[in-house]
């Protein structure tokens, strides 16, 4: 399915800010990289998850003790995978420091500090059902909320270098990383407010700082050399992240007709793809399809091309044998569900529905699954369910008036008592709390 933007409410660390970009073959890549900082720093790589931010502007944040958010400006801007690892290590020192705890007990109410609120009420909807906590987080935008995600202090910051390093050195990561990246900040303290990079804002970095870092730097024994398993993923998510972001050209420019490795076909792919030139497209991603043809997230990639060029049929067999492969990834679940819709058989609707669900057990704040899911279920007849699926993407984009007259429909067709129906009931929980706040 490649790279979905998720439309947040706010994101009150950076106006520009556009959304969260959504690429299974990126996010299992991070993953492979964050595992060992997870594992390193004793936290569960399924409790955590690394979240890319659609926003040029370097930064990288936590808001909770679950997510770790990196600007797509910051990635584009490292050299290599450990400096991604030592970004995430970082972060995950806030969190094993009890950071976050510290930052919301100086907010007056917790509330406030959500101003996340699309990702976080959606990961309380998939977590623990509750619509109310939902809303309340959703609702939760303010310059209080900007005012404490942005409100490390040196000292935090300081304690989060420390374990940081700790957690590399655990992990078999070169500490000499995370100087190297903050080196790439070095001076920004002396502009003014509006010219610093937001990692600047959001890190305060000073002389003592760099000392002290470099200090345990040198007091931390050697780690191995580079990990060349670690530089591919790195690689490969950037390359596919750039080829998405950055113009067309851009990449093509730097991938020449003559790279025949995995990655610079993809990039290729995907900068043909977005041209558009269709045959080009389809033609080098069934060449890379060829070479790896037990790679999921490659499949995966081909089904979104065939798909988007009215290939329908091709495409519901790519994202089949994606979905073989990775049964469960709901990215590709919901790309075999989308693809099945667009053929237009009444056969592939029963299996398209189930795709579909499998897709939002796993995933359910994704608001582009949920529509699709309400367009299956309009389809298949079941007004109740398509209604309850509309309703739930409504509330995932804040629009709290859309969706209450949806979910009250949805409620009425529905059994009492059902699973359904008592979505319904959270959905009119969290929208009659939402408009009566508002």
């Known amino acids: 399915m490649t790279l979905i933007i998720m439309t947040l409410l706010a994101l009150p660390l950076a106006a520009s800010a556009k959304g ?22 004793g936290l569960s790589s399924r409790r955590v998850r690394i979240i890319i931010i659609d926003d040029d502007q370097p930064n ?31 972060e995950v020192a806030h969190i094993t420091g009890g950071h976050i705890t510290q930052r919301y007990g100086q907010a007056k109410t917790a509330s406030t500090v959500a101003g996340l609120g699309l990702l976080l009420s959606g990961a309380v909807i998939a977590s623990t059902g509750n619509g109310q906590a939902a809303a309340g987080l959703a609702m939760g935008i303010s310059g209080s909320a900007a005012r404490v995600l942005n409100g490390h202090t040196r000292a935090q910051e300081a304690s989060a270098d420390q374990a940081g390093i700790r957690y590399m050195a655990r992990a078999g990561v070169p500490p000499q990383a995370m100087l190297d990246v903050l080196d790439m900040f070095r001076g920004q303290e002396v502009l003014s407010t509006q010219r610093q990079d937001p990692y600047t804002r959001t890190h305060p970095l000073s ?14 024994p050697a780690a191995n050399p580079p990990d060349g398993e670690a530089e591919y993923w790195y690689a490969r998510a950037r390359g596919k992240l750039e080829a998405f972001i950055r113009p067309p050209s851009y990449t093509l420019r730097r991938v020449k007709p003559s790279d025949s490795s995995d990655i610079g ?32 997230y490659y499949a995966e990639l081909q089904g979104q091309i065939l798909l988007e060029n009215r290939q ?11 979905a073989a492969m990775a049964p469960s990834n709901a990215q590709i679940q919901s790309g075999l569900g989308r693809a099945l819709l667009a053929r237009g058989q009444s056969a592939d609707l029963p299996r ?7 897709a939002r057990g796993r995933d359910p704040y994704d608001t582009l699954l949920l529509r699709h899911l309400a367009s299956a279920y309009a389809k298949s007849g079941n007004e109740g369910m398509a209604a309850l699926n509309a309703a739930e993407a409504h509330v995932l984009r804040g629009d709290f008036k859309a969706a209450l007259p949806l979910a009250k429909r949805a409620s009425a067709a529905l059994g009492h008592g059902t699973v359904g129906w008592n979505r319904a009931q959270d959905v009119i929980d969290a929208a009659e709390q939402a408009l009566k706040r508002r």
Do not use: C, W
């Open 20 to 41: 969260i970009l959504r690429d299974p073959d990126i996010e299992y890549a991070l993953s492979r990289l964050a595992g060992p900082i997870f594992d390193a720093a």
């Open 265 to 296: 076909l993809m990039r290729r792919a995907v900068a043909l793809h977005r041209q558009p030139k269709p045959d080009e497209a389809i033609a080098t991603i069934n060449r890379l399809v060829a070479a790896r043809p037990k790679d999921p």
């Open 207 to 220: 002389r003592e700082r760099m000392r002290a870092l470099k200090g345990y730097v040198a007091a931390t």
């Open 60 to 90: 990288a944040f936590v808001a909770d003790n679950q997510h770790v958010f990196i600007h797509s400006g910051l990635l584009l801007r490292l050299d290599s995978a450990a400096e991604l690892q030592a970004v995430i290590a970082h």
């Open 312 to 322: 329908f049929g091709a495409a519901v067999s790519a994202y089949g044998r994606a």
């Open 352 to 358: 398209a529905i189930k795709a579909l669900e499998a």
